[in-house]
């Protein structure tokens, strides 16, 4: 490490001291983000607000592959001011070491990392030949005039420092043993995209006025996220259609608070409709993660009460059925007793159920109490009790 360090302060121009304080430790691991790429991360034990970074390199293998080999090169970078060079392709000992060196490129743009993941860059392999056993490793095998490569962070702003974490230089699965003479497990394997934090703290769904949905929701914490996808269905298992892409603040450790209306989502045509809604968050990188579910119901009174009056009832009695939206609909009005026989059943046009008397004068119909089903569009949308006094 100490011939790594060395060249780092000879390629820019001596200005580097490893005497100098260090401001935080830093820790990296490397997460599979799509079939033919990785994402590279680090996470500081203290945030870094505005850093001007120096130096950043990675360090990745593979199992080796022979003539199958990818090529690698970095497809994405997410530290401003840094312009990645690769500086060798080696293989040893079974494994082939590509190893990326990101260096100021003279912009005083800066970067602020959370004491979270904080993506660092994406690399892109021109096959998949042995890229399910990626690791970042701490050193490569010597060779040239740079020595032992490894993961290596260093910033130049604020008490000019290397903030390797020497000790646990990566997070994740680490499970192998140290095998270098700082002591630091020697690397961490590819890991799932799990480990990338995007902390929901609620989400909800409420209607808004008869036909809407109003869905709000709040993140507790975000890291490089890119955007939410919104999504409803029909049944809550398949079927999900995008509604909306809102734009997400991307990273945060305070809560963020989002909202959307879906419009017209319930025409009133059905007595009752269950909408499903679920929410998919995208990271910078094109990784996904999918929320749990929530649901809405619709019904056709926009969720104004059924109601009967007088009641207990002599003659007869008034039911007010707002059917928000009842076009030519019919309802379905049945009178039944405590055994479930029907006793009496009469249809009126949804339009008319607004207010209308229904006559209990008929013979048949004595005192007691007696259950009336409101049925619309072939199903149930309530039951009142009724109960008759003569």
């Excluded at 082939?96 to 959370?114: I, R, V």
Aim: aromatic share 12%; charged share 15%.
């Amino acid at each position: 490490m100490r011939l790594l360090l060395f060249f780092l302060a000879f390629l820019f121009g001596g200005s580097m001291s490893i005497a100098q304080p260090v401001l935080t430790t830093t820790k990296g691991t490397v997460i599979f983000t799509s079939p033919s790429r990785v994402s590279v991360y680090a996470k500081p034990a203290d945030a870094l607000p505005s850093r001007l970074f120096r130096a950043i390199q990675i360090c990745v293998s593979i199992p080796d592959q022979g003539v199958g080999n990818p090529i690698v090169t970095i497809d994405a970078n997410y530290v401003t001011n840094i312009s990645w060079t690769p500086l060798s392709m080696v293989v040893y000992n079974s494994r082939a070491y590509y190893t990326f060196l990101g260096s100021d490129n003279g912009l005083t743009t800066t970067t602020s990392w959370t004491t979270f993941n904080n993506i660092v860059a994406t690399l892109l392999f021109s096959n998949t030949n042995g890229l399910s056993g990626v690791q970042l490793n701490d050193e490569s095998p010597s060779f040239g005039p740079n020595g032992n490569l490894a993961w290596y962070v260093e910033v130049i702003n604020v008490g000019n420092g290397d903030i390797t974490n020497y000790i646990e230089k990566f997070y994740g699965a680490v499970s192998n043993p140290p095998i270098n003479n700082d002591g630091a497990p020697s690397f961490v394997n590819g890991q799932s995209a799990s480990l990338l934090p995007i902390l929901l703290q609620d989400f909800n769904v409420s209607k808004q006025g008869s036909s809407d949905a109003f869905l709000t929701w709040t993140t507790s914490l975000e890291q490089n996220v890119s955007h939410f996808i919104l999504e409803r269905s029909v049944n809550g298992t398949n079927g999900w259609f995008k509604i909306a892409e809102v734009k997400a603040k991307g990273n945060s450790n305070s809560p963020t608070k989002y909202s959307y209306t879906d419009v017209k989502v319930y025409d009133g045509i059905q007595a009752t409709k269950t909408i499903f809604f679920r929410i998919r968050s995208i990271d910078l990188d094109g990784q996904e993660k999918i929320f749990p579910i929530r649901s809405l119901r619709f019904a056709a009174t926009g969720g104004k009460e059924i109601s009967i009056y007088p009641n207990p009832v002599k003659d007869g009695f008034t039911i007010s059925i707002p059917i928000v939206n009842p076009r030519n609909s019919m309802i379905r009005l049945n009178l039944v007793n405590h055994l479930g026989q029907l006793i009496h059943g009469r249809e009126v046009s949804a339009a008319s159920a607004a207010n209308y008397f229904y006559d209990i004068k008929t013979p048949g119909i004595i005192n007691g109490e007696y259950l009336l089903q409101v049925i619309y569009d072939g199903e149930l949308l309530d039951t009142k009790k009724v109960i008759v006094q003569r």
